[in-house]
C-alpha cells in the first residue's frame, strides 16, 4: 500500500501517527467500496447487481465516502502496526482519531491518531546505586520458635484446673462500659468474648487487668488510655469497664518427639529429621526474602535515577486489575464491590487513587527489567532452565520429575524462563553496582522488612 507515516512523540509515552495514504489507493479504494455496492445494492426499479453507479453514488454518496474513508484507515493501520515494532500500540490503547478526514478521490487521504506505546528508557547508569543486604542467621532460636508455633496449631484446649487466669490462656468473658453512675452504658454488653491472654486481640487491651482472675469472678476494671494512643476512640479517655470470667482454657502441647513429628508429617520418621526440614524450609525463605528486599532497593534506585512516565492506560489496566482482583477475593463483582465500598464511606476512585503510587512504582520497575533483559539481549538454555527446575526441587524438598510435572502447562513454563532470565538480570547488574551488609535481623524481623 503506497502511503507515508509520521510518529511525534507525545508525553506520558505518548505518539501521534500521522498518515498520508496516495491518492492512487484512494481512488482504488472508492472504485472497490462502489462495485461492492453495486454488486449488493436493492433499490426498487432495478435488479439487484444492475443498479446504475450514479443513481448509487446519488443514494447513499456519503455512505460510499464513509465506507472507504473506514477501509481506507484500516487497512492501513494494520500494515503500518504490522511491521512496527517501536511504536505499535498497547493492547488495551485504541488509537483514537482526531479528527474524521474528509475524502477526495482525486488527493491523498491525511488523517492522525493518538495512542500510548510501551515506554522507552534507557538505562546504562548504575553508579552511585549501593544495595544493603540484611544480614539473619537462622539458628537452635529460630528453629525452636518455629517448633513452639507447631506445637500450639497441634494442641489441645481443655479446661484449666486452678481456673485462675494467666498470660497465653484462652479466655471467655463477659463485658460492657459503666457510666459514672455506675450502670452499664447500652449497646456496650458482649458475651461470650473469647481471646488468647497477652494477645492483645481484645478492644479494650484489658490482658494484665484480668490475670489473676477466677472463673466466675466479675470486677471492675478502669483503665486509662493515653492521648497517642493507637485507637482514635480510646485516645485521651478513661473506661470503666465490668468484667466476668466465664471459662479458663489452657492450650495442652504435644510432647516434642518422634510422634509428634510423624502426627505433623508422615514423611519425617524422627523429631531431628522434621527440624532438618524447618531448617531447610527456613533457609529457603530467609534467602528469598533477602533476595526479594536487594532487588526491591536496587529497583527503586533504578526508577529514581531513569525518570519516565507510565501511560494513561497502562496505568489505568493495572488499576482496574486490582480493584477486579479485590472483587475475587471477596468473592463478588467489581459492581457489587463498589456498592459495599460506597456503604462503607468510601468510593472506589479515592481508593484508586490511593494505589496509585505503588501501581506507578510497581510497573515502572516491571518496565526497567524487560528493558535492559532487552536490551542485554538475556537469553536462557534448556540446560539453564533444567537447572532452575533442580534448584526448585532442592529447596523444596521434592523430586525433579515432581517439580517438573508442576511445571507441564506451557504458561507455567513460561514463568520459569522469564524467572531465570530475570535471575540471570540481576546477577549481572550486582557486578555493576556496591553491595554492603545490611543491618543485623532476627527471622521474625526480616518478614516485617518492606
Not at 505499535?88 to 492522525?112: F, N, W
Not at 553508579?127 to 540484611?134: A, C, L, N, Q
Not at 494512643?229 to 479517655?237: F, N, P
Not at 463498589?338 to 518496565?367: H, P, V, Y
Given at each position: 500500500?503506497?502511503?507515508?507515516?509520521?510518529?511525534?512523540?507525545?508525553?506520558?509515552?505518548?505518539?501521534?501517527?500521522?498518515?498520508?495514504?496516495?491518492?492512487?489507493?484512494?481512488?482504488?479504494?472508492?472504485?472497490?467500496?462502489?462495485?461492492?455496492?453495486?454488486?449488493?445494492?436493492?433499490?426498487?426499479?432495478?435488479r439487484k447487481g444492475h443498479v446504475p453507479e450514479n443513481v448509487l453514488v446519488s443514494k447513499y454518496g456519503d455512505s460510499l465516502k464513509a465506507d472507504t474513508i473506514g477501509s481506507l484507515i484500516d487497512s492501513?493501520?494494520?500494515?503500518?502496526?504490522?511491521?512496527?515494532?517501536?511504536?505499535?500500540?498497547?493492547?488495551?490503547?485504541?488509537?483514537?482519531?482526531?479528527?474524521?478526514?474528509?475524502?477526495?478521490?482525486?488527493?491523498?487521504?491525511k488523517y492522525s491518531v493518538t495512542y500510548d506505546v510501551f515506554p522507552k528508557v534507557d538505562v546504562k547508569d548504575f553508579s552511585g546505586i549501593t544495595v544493603k543486604e540484611p544480614q539473619v542467621t537462622v539458628?537452635?532460636?529460630?528453629?525452636?520458635?518455629?517448633?513452639?508455633?507447631?506445637?500450639?496449631?497441634?494442641?489441645?484446649?481443655?479446661?484449666?484446673?486452678?481456673?485462675?487466669?494467666?498470660?497465653?490462656?484462652?479466655?471467655?468473658?463477659?463485658?460492657?462500659?459503666?457510666?459514672?453512675?455506675?450502670?452499664?452504658?447500652?449497646?456496650?454488653?458482649?458475651?461470650?468474648?473469647?481471646?488468647?491472654?497477652?494477645?492483645?486481640?481484645?478492644?479494650?487491651?484489658?490482658?494484665?487487668?484480668?490475670?489473676?482472675?477466677?472463673?466466675?469472678?466479675?470486677?471492675?476494671?478502669?483503665?486509662?488510655?493515653?492521648?497517642?494512643?493507637?485507637?482514635?476512640?480510646?485516645?485521651?479517655?478513661?473506661?470503666?469497664?465490668?468484667?466476668?470470667?466465664?471459662?479458663?482454657?489452657?492450650?495442652?502441647?504435644?510432647?516434642?518427639?518422634?510422634?509428634?513429628?510423624?502426627?505433623?508429617?508422615?514423611?519425617?520418621?524422627?523429631?531431628?529429621?522434621?527440624?532438618?526440614?524447618?531448617?531447610?524450609?527456613?533457609?529457603?525463605?530467609?534467602?528469598?526474602?533477602?533476595?526479594?528486599?536487594?532487588?526491591?532497593?536496587?529497583?527503586?534506585?533504578?526508577?529514581?535515577?531513569?525518570?519516565?512516565?507510565?501511560?494513561?492506560?497502562?496505568?489505568?489496566?493495572?488499576?482496574?486489575?486490582?480493584?477486579?482482583?479485590?472483587?475475587?477475593?471477596?468473592?463478588?463483582?467489581?459492581?457489587?464491590?463498589?456498592?459495599?465500598?460506597?456503604?462503607?464511606?468510601?468510593?472506589?476512585?479515592?481508593?484508586?487513587?490511593?494505589?496509585?503510587?505503588?501501581?506507578?512504582?510497581?510497573?515502572?520497575?516491571?518496565?526497567?527489567?524487560d528493558s535492559l533483559i532487552k536490551a542485554k539481549n538475556i537469553t536462557v538454555t534448556p540446560e539453564e532452565v533444567e537447572a532452575e527446575y533442580q534448584k526448585i526441587a532442592d529447596e523444596g524438598g521434592m523430586?525433579?520429575?515432581?517439580?517438573?510435572?508442576?511445571?507441564?502447562?506451557?504458561?507455567?513454563?513460561?514463568?520459569?524462563?522469564?524467572?531465570?532470565?530475570?535471575?540471570?538480570?540481576?546477577?549481572?547488574?550486582?557486578?555493576?553496582?556496591?553491595?554492603?551488609?545490611?543491618?543485623?535481623?532476627?527471622?521474625?524481623?526480616?518478614?516485617?522488612?518492606?
Amino acid at each position: 500500500m503506497k502511503l507515508k507515516k509520521e510518529f511525534t512523540s507525545l508525553e506520558k509515552s505518548a505518539v501521534k501517527l500521522t498518515v498520508t495514504v496516495d491518492k492512487s489507493e484512494v481512488e482504488s479504494a472508492y472504485k472497490s467500496t462502489l462495485k461492492n455496492y453495486v454488486k449488493n445494492a436493492q433499490i426498487p426499479g432495478f435488479r439487484k447487481g444492475h443498479v446504475p453507479e450514479n443513481v448509487l453514488v446519488s443514494k447513499y454518496g456519503d455512505s460510499l465516502k464513509a465506507d472507504t474513508i473506514g477501509s481506507l484507515i484500516d487497512s492501513s493501520l494494520g500494515e503500518i502496526f504490522e511491521k512496527e515494532t517501536d511504536n505499535r500500540p498497547l493492547p488495551y490503547a485504541q488509537p483514537v482519531m482526531d479528527e474524521m478526514p474528509e475524502l477526495d478521490i482525486k488527493k491523498d487521504l491525511k488523517y492522525s491518531v493518538t495512542y500510548d506505546v510501551f515506554p522507552k528508557v534507557d538505562v546504562k547508569d548504575f553508579s552511585g546505586i549501593t544495595v544493603k543486604e540484611p544480614q539473619v542467621t537462622v539458628g537452635d532460636a529460630e528453629i525452636a520458635e518455629e517448633l513452639k508455633a507447631m506445637q500450639e496449631r497441634n494442641a489441645m484446649v481443655i479446661d484449666k484446673k486452678d481456673e485462675t487466669v494467666a498470660k497465653d490462656d484462652i479466655v471467655t468473658i463477659n463485658y460492657e462500659e459503666l457510666g459514672d453512675d455506675g450502670k452499664a452504658i447500652e449497646g456496650t454488653k458482649r458475651e461470650d468474648f473469647v481471646f488468647t491472654v497477652g494477645s492483645g486481640e481484645n478492644l479494650y487491651k484489658i490482658d494484665d487487668e484480668i490475670v489473676g482472675m477466677k472463673k466466675g469472678e466479675t470486677k471492675e476494671i478502669t483503665k486509662k488510655y493515653p492521648k497517642t494512643y493507637e485507637d482514635s476512640d480510646l485516645a485521651g479517655k478513661t473506661k470503666k469497664l465490668s468484667v466476668t470470667v466465664k471459662a479458663v482454657k489452657l492450650r495442652d502441647l504435644p510432647a516434642l518427639d518422634d510422634d509428634f513429628a510423624q502426627d505433623c508429617n508422615e514423611k519425617y520418621k524422627t523429631l531431628a529429621d522434621m527440624k532438618a526440614d524447618i531448617a531447610r524450609n527456613m533457609e529457603t525463605a530467609k534467602n528469598r526474602k533477602i533476595k526479594e528486599l536487594k532487588n526491591n532497593s536496587l529497583l527503586s534506585q533504578l526508577v529514581e535515577k531513569n525518570p519516565f512516565d507510565i501511560p494513561a492506560s497502562m496505568l489505568e489496566a493495572e488499576l482496574n486489575g486490582r480493584w477486579n482482583m479485590m472483587a475475587q477475593q471477596f468473592q463478588t463483582s467489581p459492581e457489587q464491590l463498589e456498592k459495599m465500598i460506597t456503604s462503607a464511606g468510601q468510593t472506589k476512585e479515592t481508593m484508586l487513587q490511593e494505589w496509585t503510587g505503588d501501581s506507578e512504582k510497581m510497573l515502572k520497575s516491571r518496565i526497567i527489567v524487560d528493558s535492559l533483559i532487552k536490551a542485554k539481549n538475556i537469553t536462557v538454555t534448556p540446560e539453564e532452565v533444567e537447572a532452575e527446575y533442580q534448584k526448585i526441587a532442592d529447596e523444596g524438598g521434592m523430586t525433579l520429575e515432581e517439580v517438573k510435572k508442576h511445571y507441564e502447562d506451557p504458561r507455567a513454563k513460561e514463568y520459569i524462563v522469564d524467572d531465570t532470565k530475570e535471575n540471570k538480570l540481576y546477577d549481572e547488574i550486582y557486578k555493576q553496582v556496591k553491595v554492603t551488609k545490611g543491618d543485623k535481623l532476627s527471622f521474625k524481623e526480616l518478614f516485617e522488612q518492606r
